[in-house]
């Protein structure tokens, strides 16, 4: 049974260049997490969705993050422009709605920006 | 001022012995409490949650306590073992959000 699936695993961009993190969650489930790990700031909720529908976006650090679930087996985490700050692991997890003690997480994406 | 990184504390056992990882949580509303497990690059690992309206819960090898009274939580792990060296993180979440909230983490370390 495929996890949580994310891509690309790695990636390297210059500052200014635009990002695109993808994840696909687990087949059935209907709540779907981005977060966010830095060794500055820990595990960060940035934003998740019910039902392909976003919910609280709070945790998005600011108008260049932007998020997308067009379908219930795909959702986008896009930056633009990038900066070095946005350097983390970028994790998708996902669960069943109501079932949000249960998240089940990603490999994550490792994002350097130079 | 100069930034500094999270510095994660260390636990160190025998292997054999059982483990105690403690957290304090901030949120009194929260529903829930997870731990999980985080190996180095991976995402972390679901291990075993419990409700605010329970104090202890049982999985395999490992056993979660809840003390409201002082907002704290535990993960006991049982006959310690290499595979269990990782980073434990606990959570809190529910109060009407399902995002979670996680502590710092503590680095368990197995000595042979």
């Known amino acids: 049974d495929a996890g949580v699936i994310q891509s690309p695993r790695h990636e390297v961009t210059e500052m200014g260049q635009e990002v695109t993190l993808r994840c696909k969650p687990i087949?059935?489930?209907?709540?779907l997490f981005w977060y966010r790990q830095t060794m500055m700031r820990g595990l960060e909720l940035l934003i998740y969705?019910?039902?392909?529908?976003?919910?609280?976006d709070s945790g998005m650090p600011e108008d260049r993050f932007s998020a997308k679930m067009p379908n219930a087996s795909f959702s986008t985490l896009k930056i633009q422009p990038s900066e070095p700050r946005d350097s983390a692991v970028y994790f998708c997890?996902?669960?069943?709605?109501?079932?949000?003690?249960?998240?089940?997480f990603g490999p994550g994406t490792r994002l350097t920006v130079t | 001022g100069e930034s500094v990184g999270l510095h994660l504390p260390t636990l160190s056992v025998q292997e054999g012995d059982n483990s105690i990882i403690n957290c304090a949580y901030s949120?009194?509303?929260?529903?829930?409490f997870i731990w999980y497990k985080q190996e180095s690059g991976k995402g972390p690992q679901f291990i075993i949650d419990?409700?605010?309206?329970?104090d202890k819960r049982q999985g395999q090898r490992v056993t979660v306590l809840l003390n409201k009274t002082v907002k704290h939580l535990s993960l006991q792990i049982a006959a310690t073992q290499p595979g269990d060296s990782a980073v434990y993180f606990c959570?809190?979440?529910?109060?009407?959000?399902?995002?979670?909230?996680f502590g710092k983490g503590t680095h368990l370390i197995i000595q042979p």
């Open positions: 997890a996902s669960s069943f709605v109501g079932a949000a003690y249960e998240q089940y």
């Open positions: 087949s059935g489930h209907n709540s």
């Open positions: 969705f019910n039902n392909n529908v976003p919910i609280d």
């Open positions: 949120n009194s509303a929260s529903d829930y």
């Open positions: 419990i409700r605010s309206n329970m």
């Open positions: 959570a809190e979440g529910g109060g009407g959000a399902d995002g979670l909230t």
